[in-house]
């Protein structure tokens, strides 16, 4: 089950009894990754959004974990820091931070309705090493609180993501201009994050190509093959990527997919996403393109989603309006398919 954020944790982001239920429902999934989850106040931009970073939020995950683990499933933490699409509501009037110095398009889900973003500052060379921190230390927390795993979400426009594509990384130093310096961040944060929690509790989420969130590159298959080469070299627990289909929630790309490009050198297990249904899913791992596939919608309206699959049940559409809702409604009141 692909990370899906769901807006039920409570406003000071500390985890709710329903999210525990709620995963509980799911774990037949096998393994869960967790909605995008805060690393820390800074990087934290939605309202209702889980994080880890205080004792109160960790506590909060052992009632989800160890739901799902009674439920004989397996979750890891999704680590998040949105980078520039933070509004200064969430970071008292603070700037966002980015690679550098852009203003992210569209607008921000805050406690007062949407938002424009505000103008990101880059990140100073010397915060790095802070932010590498936060990382490792919210790895650190969601073991401690009973996730199998972290994924570290370097993907959809976010923190990383905005170091990665030369379309919002304009800065002059080691972390800028040739590939080998932009997947800079992503390697420290990774290696920070093994040295942690171990390579094979570490996973990575990358989205390869199409411009999300206003991020974007000039090159996608040579900065992407290049940073799964390189997460390649870790030994980690699996690579998973997005990669736009015609019906992905950021619409359709016409770039070509980078993800076979990634297969042939990213060695260990490889998870594909984004728009699968079970035929599809089931000929990319026939084929040998993909060691799984994680479905994210789907699970929305379909907690037992595998064993709808396994005998050819109709799937259940489900209420976009309850996404991002609180509250059960569109959560946890959808019935398991009978038999
Ligand atoms: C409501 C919603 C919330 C999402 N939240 C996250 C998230 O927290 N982290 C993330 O990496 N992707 C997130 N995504 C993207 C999904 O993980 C997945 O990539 C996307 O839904 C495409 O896969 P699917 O076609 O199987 O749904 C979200 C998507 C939706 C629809």
Redesign the pocket.
């Given at each position: 089950m692909?990370?899906?954020?769901?807006g039920r944790a409570t406003r000071d982001h500390v985890l709710t009894p329903l999210m525990a239920e709620y995963h509980a429902q799911r774990a037949s999934a096998g393994l869960i990754?967790s909605?995008?989850t805060g690393i820390s106040r800074q990087g934290l931009g939605m309202p209702f959004a889980p994080c880890l970073w205080s004792e109160e939020q960790v506590e909060g995950w052992k009632q989800v974990t160890a739901a799902v683990h009674g439920a004989g499933g397996r979750i890891f933490s999704?680590l998040?820091h949105r980078g520039r699409l933070v509004n200064p509501d969430f970071v008292v009037g603070a700037q966002p931070v980015s690679a550098s110095v852009t203003t992210a398009p569209d607008h921000a889900h805050t406690y007062n309705g949407e938002k424009p973003y505000a103008q990101a500052r880059a990140l100073r060379i010397d915060e790095l090493p802070g932010l590498i921190q936060d990382y490792r230390l919210a790895a650190r927390y969601a073991i401690d609180a009973g996730f199998d795993g972290v994924q570290v979400?370097d993907?959809?426009g976010y923190l990383i993501n905005q170091f990665l594509r030369d379309g919002s990384n304009h800065r002059r130093n080691e972390y800028s201009g040739r590939v080998g310096n932009r997947i800079r961040l992503l390697r420290e944060v990774t290696e920070a994050v093994v040295a942690e929690v171990g390579a094979g509790r570490t996973a990575v989420?990358l989205s390869p190509n199409g411009a999300i969130q206003g991020v974007d590159d000039s090159d996608p298959e040579t900065l992407f093959v290049a940073a799964a080469a390189c997460m390649g070299s870790m030994g980690l627990a699996f690579l998973a990527l997005?990669e736009p289909?015609p019906?992905?929630?950021f619409g359709t790309s016409n770039v070509a997919p980078v993800a076979p490009g990634i297969r042939k050198v990213f060695t260990g297990p490889l998870v594909l996403?984004?728009?699968?249904e079970a035929p599809r899913a089931q000929a990319a791992l026939d084929d040998g393109r993909a060691d799984a596939i994680?479905?994210?919608?789907?699970f929305?309206a379909n907690p037992d989603h595998p064993h709808r699959i396994q005998d050819h049940l109709a799937l259940t559409e489900g209420n976009v309006a309850t996404?991002?809702k609180q509250g059960p409604k569109g959560y946890v009141d959808y019935a398991r398919a009978p038999g």
């Open positions: 692909g990370p899906l954020t769901r990754i909605e995008s999704q998040w979400h993907a959809n989420r997005r289909e019906h992905g929630t996403n984004s728009g699968y994680a479905f994210g919608r789907a929305r996404w991002y």
